[in-house]
């Protein structure tokens, strides 16, 4: 297959598209069709005639499509797949929070999200069994985590570090003066 990149390139659709948004339109306007009802009927009996018309016989009349190699799975290869972590407690956040039913000790799992609307999570190819969670289940022997301690302001002025730096200062200051 060989994929055309431009508009020049793709020819006869391209010719096509040129059509309907001009010869088409124009008709239809002289046709005096205001409703989508109409427009769609108006084409149900156009279209077999264009194509009556301007449509070519194939060179082969053989069937070329390859066959679907043995072990592909069009579900799976035809799907989007997004890498998410999998937390401690066997959750996965997705849209919404699963929970893995597997015993499976990984810190990563592919979520693959199907054309006709499924979701799996796999890991290694594997099917993982799942379940939506609503919230997520709090452990009576996990803690509050304690507020973080509030940071105190400058050191006195008699601190070890004070003393330190505000007497190179004072040396320094000294020094400098004739």
Same mark, same amino acid.
């Given at each position: 297959m +060989? &994929?055309? &990149?431009? %508009?020049?390139?793709?020819g006869r659709i391209e010719r096509l598209f040129g /059509?309907?948004?001009? #010869?088409?339109i124009k008709?239809?306007? !002289? @046709? *005096? +069709?205001t409703?989508?009802? *109409? @427009?769609k009927r108006f084409l149900a009996g156009d279209l077999p005639i264009y194509n009556r018309r301007f449509s070519l016989q194939p060179a082969q009349a053989a069937d070329l499509h390859r066959p679907l190699p043995q072990g592909l799975d069009l579900n799976r290869a035809l799907c989007i797949k997004t890498e998410r972590v999998l937390r401690k407690d066997f959750t996965v956040a997705h849209r919404t929070l699963y929970q893995i039913q597997d015993n499976v000790r990984t810190a990563r799992v592919t979520v693959e999200e199907r054309l006709n609307g499924t979701m799996r999570i796999t890991h290694q190819g594997l099917r993982l069994r799942y379940h939506v969670i /609503? /919230? #997520?289940?709090? !452990?009576?022997h996990e803690t509050p985590k304690a507020p973080l301690k509030k940071?105190?302001?400058p050191p006195s002025p008699d &601190? %070890?570090?004070r003393k330190t730096f505000v007497s190179r200062k004072k040396k320094e200051a000294s020094a400098a003066i004739p």
């Open positions: +060989i &994929h055309a &990149h431009s %508009p020049q390139a793709k /059509t309907f948004q001009d #010869r088409v008709e239809m306007r !002289l @046709a *005096e +069709i409703t989508m009802k *109409e @427009a /609503t /919230t #997520r289940q709090v !452990l009576a940071r105190r302001g &601190h %070890p570090w």
